[in-house]
Protein backbone atom coordinates (compact mmCIF):
# COMPACT_ATOMS: atom_id res chain seq x y z
CA UNK A 1 0.00 0.00 0.00
CA UNK A 2 1.42 3.53 -0.87
CA UNK A 3 1.13 6.54 1.02
CA UNK A 4 -0.87 8.76 -1.70
CA UNK A 5 -1.50 11.61 1.22
CA UNK A 6 -0.66 13.35 4.59
CA UNK A 7 -2.30 15.95 6.23
CA UNK A 8 -1.92 17.57 9.44
CA UNK A 9 -4.36 20.47 11.24
CA UNK A 10 -2.17 22.45 13.18
CA UNK A 11 -4.66 24.04 14.91
CA UNK A 12 -7.97 21.61 15.66
CA UNK A 13 -10.77 22.13 13.58
CA UNK A 14 -8.96 24.88 11.00
CA UNK A 15 -7.90 23.84 7.72
CA UNK A 16 -5.89 21.28 6.83
CA UNK A 17 -2.22 21.46 5.65
CA UNK A 18 -0.68 18.57 3.05
CA UNK A 19 2.85 17.64 3.82
CA UNK A 20 4.88 15.45 1.54
CA UNK A 21 6.50 13.61 5.03
CA UNK A 22 7.06 14.08 8.73
CA UNK A 23 8.38 12.98 12.14
CA UNK A 24 5.76 10.58 13.82
CA UNK A 25 5.30 10.25 17.56
CA UNK A 26 2.90 9.14 20.21
CA UNK A 27 1.37 12.74 19.49
CA UNK A 28 0.91 11.94 16.49
CA UNK A 29 2.19 13.53 12.96
CA UNK A 30 4.61 16.84 13.65
CA UNK A 31 2.29 20.26 14.60
CA UNK A 32 -0.71 17.97 14.11
CA UNK A 33 -3.64 19.43 16.09
CA UNK A 34 -1.11 21.27 18.51
CA UNK A 35 -3.25 24.29 19.30
CA UNK A 36 -7.10 24.76 19.27
CA UNK A 37 -9.50 27.95 20.26
CA UNK A 38 -10.92 27.27 23.67
CA UNK A 39 -14.41 28.73 24.41
CA UNK A 40 -15.10 30.76 27.67
CA UNK A 41 -16.90 27.25 29.05
CA UNK A 42 -13.29 25.44 28.94
CA UNK A 43 -14.12 23.05 26.27
CA UNK A 44 -12.25 22.76 22.84
CA UNK A 45 -13.91 25.08 19.95
CA UNK A 46 -14.31 22.56 16.78
CA UNK A 47 -16.69 23.12 13.30
CA UNK A 48 -19.41 21.48 15.29
CA UNK A 49 -19.81 24.90 16.79
CA UNK A 50 -18.86 26.84 13.79
CA UNK A 51 -17.98 25.65 10.42
CA UNK A 52 -16.24 28.72 9.21
CA UNK A 53 -13.68 27.19 11.30
CA UNK A 54 -12.61 25.58 8.06
CA UNK A 55 -11.70 28.50 6.45
CA UNK A 56 -9.28 29.83 8.85
CA UNK A 57 -5.89 28.71 7.59
CA UNK A 58 -2.97 27.82 9.92
CA UNK A 59 1.04 27.88 9.74
CA UNK A 60 3.39 27.08 11.92
CA UNK A 61 6.91 28.49 11.52
CA UNK A 62 9.60 28.53 13.54
CA UNK A 63 8.84 30.71 16.32
CA UNK A 64 5.35 32.25 15.45
CA UNK A 65 1.47 30.68 13.90
CA UNK A 66 0.00 32.51 11.22
CA UNK A 67 -3.66 32.30 10.88
CA UNK A 68 -5.08 33.30 7.51
CA UNK A 69 -9.25 34.29 8.03
CA UNK A 70 -10.81 33.45 5.43
CA UNK A 71 -8.57 35.95 3.03
CA UNK A 72 -9.32 38.75 5.10
CA UNK A 73 -6.92 38.73 7.96
CA UNK A 74 -3.83 37.21 8.84
CA UNK A 75 -2.56 37.15 12.32
CA UNK A 76 0.59 36.44 13.45
CA UNK A 77 0.66 35.13 16.95
CA UNK A 78 4.29 34.57 18.23
CA UNK A 79 5.11 30.99 20.16
CA UNK A 80 6.39 33.19 23.09
CA UNK A 81 2.86 34.82 23.86
CA UNK A 82 1.57 31.44 24.76
CA UNK A 83 1.98 32.05 28.43
CA UNK A 84 -0.93 31.54 30.65
CA UNK A 85 -2.04 28.34 32.18
CA UNK A 86 -5.06 26.38 30.81
CA UNK A 87 -6.93 23.32 31.27
CA UNK A 88 -8.84 22.61 28.05
CA UNK A 89 -11.49 19.54 27.64
CA UNK A 90 -11.86 17.87 24.38
CA UNK A 91 -14.56 15.03 24.46
CA UNK A 92 -14.52 15.10 28.07
CA UNK A 93 -10.62 14.52 28.85
CA UNK A 94 -8.60 17.46 29.99
CA UNK A 95 -5.52 18.58 28.86
CA UNK A 96 -2.77 20.93 29.97
CA UNK A 97 -2.19 24.63 27.95
CA UNK A 98 -1.01 27.78 27.26
CA UNK A 99 -3.18 30.63 26.15
CA UNK A 100 -2.25 33.55 23.98
CA UNK A 101 -3.77 36.67 24.76
CA UNK A 102 -7.45 37.44 23.38
CA UNK A 103 -7.45 38.39 19.57
CA UNK A 104 -10.43 40.70 18.60
CA UNK A 105 -10.12 39.97 15.07
CA UNK A 106 -10.38 36.35 15.50
CA UNK A 107 -13.31 36.22 17.52
CA UNK A 108 -15.20 38.99 15.58
CA UNK A 109 -14.37 36.36 12.42
CA UNK A 110 -15.62 33.07 14.28
CA UNK A 111 -18.51 34.97 15.98
CA UNK A 112 -17.67 33.62 19.70
CA UNK A 113 -15.34 34.75 22.45
CA UNK A 114 -11.97 32.46 22.27
CA UNK A 115 -8.73 31.88 23.50
CA UNK A 116 -6.15 30.42 21.31
CA UNK A 117 -4.11 27.83 23.41
CA UNK A 118 -1.47 26.09 22.76
CA UNK A 119 -0.54 22.24 23.79
CA UNK A 120 1.61 22.07 27.11
CA UNK A 121 4.97 20.96 26.34
CA UNK A 122 4.88 17.69 29.12
CA UNK A 123 1.17 16.23 27.64
CA UNK A 124 0.63 13.06 26.89
CA UNK A 125 -1.63 13.43 23.89
CA UNK A 126 -2.55 16.27 21.05
CA UNK A 127 -5.95 18.20 20.98
CA UNK A 128 -6.68 14.92 18.83
CA UNK A 129 -10.43 13.71 19.37
CA UNK A 130 -9.42 9.93 20.18
CA UNK A 131 -6.02 8.25 19.55
CA UNK A 132 -3.41 10.31 17.32
CA UNK A 133 -3.27 9.11 13.81
CA UNK A 134 -6.39 8.58 11.69
CA UNK A 135 -5.93 6.56 8.76
CA UNK A 136 -7.97 6.16 5.58
CA UNK A 137 -8.14 4.11 2.49
CA UNK A 138 -8.44 5.21 -1.37
CA UNK A 139 -11.08 2.07 -1.68
CA UNK A 140 -13.32 3.35 1.59
CA UNK A 141 -14.28 6.58 -0.08
CA UNK A 142 -14.75 4.42 -3.63
CA UNK A 143 -17.26 2.18 -1.31
CA UNK A 144 -19.00 5.15 -0.10
CA UNK A 145 -20.25 6.30 -3.59
CA UNK A 146 -20.88 9.55 -3.55
CA UNK A 147 -18.81 11.25 -6.11
CA UNK A 148 -19.28 14.58 -4.80
CA UNK A 149 -17.80 13.75 -1.65
CA UNK A 150 -13.83 14.29 -1.59
CA UNK A 151 -11.62 12.84 1.67
CA UNK A 152 -11.12 16.50 2.51
CA UNK A 153 -14.58 15.87 4.29
CA UNK A 154 -13.04 13.20 6.52
CA UNK A 155 -9.94 14.88 7.79
CA UNK A 156 -7.43 11.97 7.67
CA UNK A 157 -3.66 12.27 8.81
CA UNK A 158 -2.78 9.70 6.67
CA UNK A 159 -4.56 8.27 2.79
CA UNK A 160 -3.35 5.31 1.70
CA UNK A 161 -3.99 3.43 -1.54
CA UNK A 162 -4.94 -0.12 -0.85
CA UNK A 163 -8.17 -2.07 0.60
CA UNK A 164 -8.55 -3.59 4.16
CA UNK A 165 -8.26 -3.61 7.82
CA UNK A 166 -5.41 -4.03 9.75
CA UNK A 167 -4.20 -4.59 13.48
CA UNK A 168 -0.53 -2.80 12.69
CA UNK A 169 0.78 -0.93 9.57
CA UNK A 170 4.58 -1.17 9.33
CA UNK A 171 6.18 1.77 7.24
CA UNK A 172 10.02 2.38 6.87
CA UNK A 173 10.75 3.93 9.99
CA UNK A 174 6.95 3.99 11.59
CA UNK A 175 5.14 1.32 13.29
CA UNK A 176 1.22 2.17 14.03
CA UNK A 177 -1.61 -0.08 15.59
CA UNK A 178 -5.01 -0.05 15.32
CA UNK A 179 -6.87 1.34 18.23
CA UNK A 180 -10.68 1.69 16.95
CA UNK A 181 -12.95 2.97 13.93
CA UNK A 182 -13.62 6.73 14.02
CA UNK A 183 -16.92 7.64 14.83
CA UNK A 184 -18.62 10.59 12.11
CA UNK A 185 -20.31 13.33 12.55
CA UNK A 186 -21.93 16.59 11.01
CA UNK A 187 -18.38 17.86 10.45
CA UNK A 188 -18.80 15.43 7.35
CA UNK A 189 -21.46 17.46 6.18
CA UNK A 190 -19.14 20.69 5.99
CA UNK A 191 -17.77 21.88 2.89
CA UNK A 192 -14.06 22.07 3.68
CA UNK A 193 -13.46 25.14 1.25
CA UNK A 194 -16.27 27.18 2.00
CA UNK A 195 -17.04 26.39 5.64
CA UNK A 196 -20.72 25.59 4.59
CA UNK A 197 -23.17 23.11 5.75
CA UNK A 198 -24.09 20.71 2.84
CA UNK A 199 -25.75 17.79 4.65
CA UNK A 200 -27.02 15.27 5.16
CA UNK A 201 -24.28 13.60 2.98
CA UNK A 202 -21.68 12.11 3.37
CA UNK A 203 -23.59 11.32 7.13
CA UNK A 204 -26.52 9.62 6.17
CA UNK A 205 -24.88 7.47 4.25
CA UNK A 206 -22.22 6.13 7.21
CA UNK A 207 -24.87 5.84 9.32
CA UNK A 208 -27.42 3.69 6.93
CA UNK A 209 -24.16 1.71 5.32
CA UNK A 210 -21.12 1.79 7.58
CA UNK A 211 -22.19 2.31 11.12
CA UNK A 212 -21.62 5.51 11.20
CA UNK A 213 -17.64 5.21 10.97
CA UNK A 214 -15.18 6.28 8.01
CA UNK A 215 -11.27 5.45 8.97
CA UNK A 216 -9.40 4.00 11.85
CA UNK A 217 -7.42 5.36 14.57
CA UNK A 218 -3.89 4.26 14.90
CA UNK A 219 -1.78 4.83 17.88
CA UNK A 220 2.44 4.62 17.25
CA UNK A 221 4.48 1.80 18.51
CA UNK A 222 7.43 3.14 17.01
CA UNK A 223 8.25 6.40 15.88
CA UNK A 224 10.17 7.79 12.87
CA UNK A 225 9.34 9.54 9.46
CA UNK A 226 6.02 8.81 7.03
CA UNK A 227 6.97 10.25 3.40
CA UNK A 228 4.29 10.43 0.87
CA UNK A 229 4.77 8.27 -1.35
CA UNK A 230 6.04 5.30 0.67
CA UNK A 231 5.36 1.63 0.96
CA UNK A 232 3.30 0.58 4.03
CA UNK A 233 2.86 -2.68 5.01
CA UNK A 234 0.62 -5.25 7.49
CA UNK A 235 2.49 -6.16 10.37
Known sequence: ??????????????????????????????????????????????????????????????????LDLGGLAEMVVPLSSFTEHACVDVWGKTLAARAAPSMREVNDYLGATLRLVMLDGAAQRSFADSRPVLVTTS??????????????????????????????????????????PCGRCEVTTIDQASGERRGPEPLRSLNERFAGNFGEYYGVVRPGRLRLGEEVVAA
Open 139 to 180: AMLARLGLPEIGMERFRPNVVLEGDGKWRMLRGEHVLLEYSE
Open 1 to 66: MRVSALYIYPVKGCRAVPVESSAVNGLGLENDRRFAFMAEDGLAFTQRDQPLLATVAPQVDADVLR
